[in-house]
């Protein structure tokens, strides 16, 4: 999702966008010099999917369960009702207690990127070119409230997308879904479930080759038909997992415990959980957070990304090379150029600046080379689509960023006929630090631009809003994967479709819409349904395409931090979701 979590979303409007800087908790930067001295052990030594998870069924299984799990986070995730909530604070704990139709695998590395069946026996292959899918629904499985599961209740769990309403763009293709408002919507053409049969059948207006990703997010995690079509606020509808919601209050914490009715029908999918149960506490510093995780009275430091450098410097003891994980994020941080008025509505001048960047300086920002890896592409690595491309770099070698080439940037820039031009840079407070880098960076070569910083709860639909366009020139933005897709990057953050004025949710912040790459997405769109090989090919030329006509100055890719507990085992990174809670356990 985007880098902001959403409380309220147009039921018209794009999805709020990929893996939320909310989600991760990324409002705050520590010191780079001290991170990377005190991560590059770690970031050595661990991370990945390091250690190995227990087979479901095996005496080995058996013996890693019980006890109770600690998290400790800064803050709460907000409202809890999976059809809103767009966090990976609670998406990390709503994937132990609640089922989709199918699931990412839930293991670590790559292979958790695959799409598994999870309340379906199987994986259906769509009909009707490509605008059909019917599911057959496994039987016998229960709530947590002990109803039985029927295909009725997937009816309802669309049907809330679209009247609480939640990031609704994601099942807007469903037949029916244009006709939904906030207070009534009628999916029963689109979601048609057969109960007797066990099936439910899902007629799309469009094939989607993404709509299998789209059901595996949590928006479509099946909860009871009886569950109100409003809010449900900070109470958690039942579900199917290993866990349900014993309690939530965003001002102390949220308690899972076992769900009684739960046994294990795909392993792949829903694997028993470790823990009897996983408390997440709210409230501390960060730096309290890492030491009761130290001392052992909690397991998890959930704001891994702002840990104090002074604490970093400590975790590089070999004490605590086992606790600390490190891992790359499929994310992007960038600089959106406003195409849309001078000077970077020309696009030699936005070549320019991108030859300008101080990478270097960014990542350093950002935590130092430990946690930020210089990029200038939209596509992350370890993405499908990607293959490196990095043109705005001194030397010949195009794979990867070495240096600035301030001389190319000033040529360019009087080439465009834009030296000296006025540039407003736009941040968040947050963020300051990256914001006064680019500042810097547009002064050396020939711009006169001054900072432009907002509080962060104002700053990222200040910038998604056209009717702004005509108060800055750059705006610092964030963006996070919601599934693994190219499109979710190329299509969502610089497609023409994402571009929706007077809209404070507009993804498309450069307002960038090349006609002739518009086409090759469309084409590589559909190819995924057929040929996801000759698709992924397409999309690489499509990032290596924005990547020359330059709509952002793309900074680094992230990674993140996960600090454990000297007792806990199992540690498990998914490309999805991340760290696998309940497949820890505790010693």
Known sequence: MNRLSRTALSPAGPPAGSRARARLQLSKRTGGVAVVA?????????????????????????????????????????????????????????????????????????????????LATAVPKPTDGGKTYTFTIRRGIKFSDGTTLKPSDFVRTFERQFTVPGPTSFYSEIVGASKCKPKKCDLSQGVVANDSASTLTIHLTTPDAEFLDKLALPFAYA??????????????????????????????????????YFHVWNPQAQPAGNPDKIIEKYGLQVSDEVTQVENGSANEVFDGDVIPSDRLSELNSPKYAHQVHVNPLTADWYFALNTKRPPFNNVKARQAINYAANRAAYVKIGGGSSLAVPTCQVLP????????????????????????????????????????????VNTDIPDKALG?????????????????????????PFVQNSTNLGKWNVAWSAWYQDYPAPSDF???????????????????????????????????????????????????????????????????????????????????????????????WLK
Request: charged share 15%; hydrophobic share 35%.
């Open 490 to 584: 190329l299509n969502v953050l610089l497609g023409c479709g994402s571009i929706h004025q007077g809209s404070d949710a507009s993804p498309n912040i450069a307002e960038f819409c090349n006609q002739s790459i518009q086409s090759q997405i469309s084409k590589a769109e559909s190819l995924s349904l057929t040929n996801p090989t000759a698709a992924n090919s397409i999309w690489a030329q499509i990032d290596h395409e924005d990547t020359d006509q330059a709509p952002w100055v793309d900074m680094y890719n992230p990674k993140q931090i996960d600090l454990l507990s000297s007792n806990v085992e199992g540690y498990q990174w998914n490309p999805q979701w991340y760290i696998l809670i309940d497949q820890m």
């Open 38 to 118: 005190a991560l590059a052990l770690a970031a050595a030594g661990c991370g990945g999917s390091s250690g190995q998870p227990a087979s479901s069924g095996s005496s080995s299984a058996a013996a890693h369960k019980g006890g109770t799990f600690t998290i400790l986070a800064s803050s709460a995730f907000g409202v809890a009702d999976p059809a809103q909530n767009y966090t990976l604070e609670e998406w990390q704990l709503l994937i132990d207690t609640h089922d989709g139709l199918v699931q990412f695998k839930r293991v670590g590395g790559l292979p958790g990127t695959t799409i598994v069946p999870d």
């Open 436 to 460: 006064e880098q680019m500042v810097s960076d547009l002064n050396k070569i020939g711009y006169k631009a001054t900072l432009q910083a907002l509080s962060g709860s104002v700053q990222y």
């Open 381 to 424: 690595p370890n993405f499908p689509g990607y293959k490196p491309y990095c043109p705005y770099t001194a030397g010949t070698d195009h794979t990867k960023w070495t240096a600035p080439d301030l001389a190319k940037a000033r040529q360019l820039v009087q080439q465009s006929g834009t030296n000296g031009a006025k540039v407003v």
């Open 223 to 260: 909860v009871p038909a009886s569950t109100p079509f409003k809010l449900t606020g900070n109470h958690v509808p039942p579900g199917t997992g290993p866990y349900m919601w014993k309690s939530y209050n965003p001002n102390t914490q949220a308690v899972l415990v076992r769900n009684p």
